[in-house]
């Protein structure tokens, strides 16, 4: 069971707790700056436990079982930290950037319930390119959001300043337009999934 597959992805979970205390205060540019540093750290990390398992052979029930999951709470982690920290909030359409995140969010659960479900019919559901798209905005969207934290401080919409130039936030609109391509992302494929779950429902 402690291969180092399944401590990569072990790690992953308990630096989640670490990721959150450093993005807790959203003008502390400094702590940000380390989130980020450990935001990526932890999307590398997810790379290489399935890259290690398959090249090894190591492949296992409990990687099988914690590698979603560690994907989901680092995902859910930063979204809901983020939205309180006022950073999915933008231009034009204030805090309506909430609903990006919240339909990532539910998405996530609805998922994981229908896989359970089918899980226990012995139908597995694979992965379609279409979700692995979703997956890299999804990760480009919060690292921006992060990054924008440590190189542009807490957005200025944020702070109910004006935003007068791109130069001023960016990073930080890269982030919510990226997360808006995976919230349809996540609609799409979200469909798709739910479209298999429902052949197999009486």
């Not at 959150?20 to 790379?47: E, H, K, S, V």
């Not at 139908?123 to 279409?130: E, G, K």
Request: a neutral charge; charged letters at 10%; hydrophobic letters at 55%.
């Amino acid at each position: 069971m402690l291969t180092v597959p399944n401590i990569l992805t072990l790690s992953r979970i308990f630096a989640l707790p670490l990721l959150a205390f450093f993005l807790w205060w959203p003008q502390w540019q400094l702590g940000y700056a380390i989130g980020f540093a450990l935001y990526c750290l932890i999307a590398i990390t997810d790379f290489f436990d399935g890259y290690l398992a398959r090249a090894q052979g190591t492949v296992s029930k409990l990687g099988i079982f914690l590698d979603p999951i560690a994907d989901k709470i680092m995902v859910a982690t930063v979204i809901l930290i983020l939205t309180a920290q006022g950073y999915l909030r933008g231009p034009y359409v204030g805090d309506f950037h909430v609903i990006a995140g919240l339909v990532i969010l539910m998405r996530e659960i609805a998922v994981s319930g229908l896989r359970e479900f089918l899980g226990g019919l012995q139908v597995s559901v694979p992965v379609s390119r279409l979700a692995k798209w979703k997956t890299t905005f999804q990760l480009i969207a919060l690292g921006a959001l992060i990054a924008g934290g440590a190189v542009h401080g807490q957005p200025c919409q944020s702070l109910g300043v004006p935003c007068t130039t791109l130069t001023e936030s960016w990073i930080h609109i890269v982030g919510l337009v990226s997360l808006w391509t995976a919230a349809v992302l996540t609609c799409v494929t979200g469909w798709d999934y739910l479209r298999v779950g429902l052949k197999h429902m009486d």
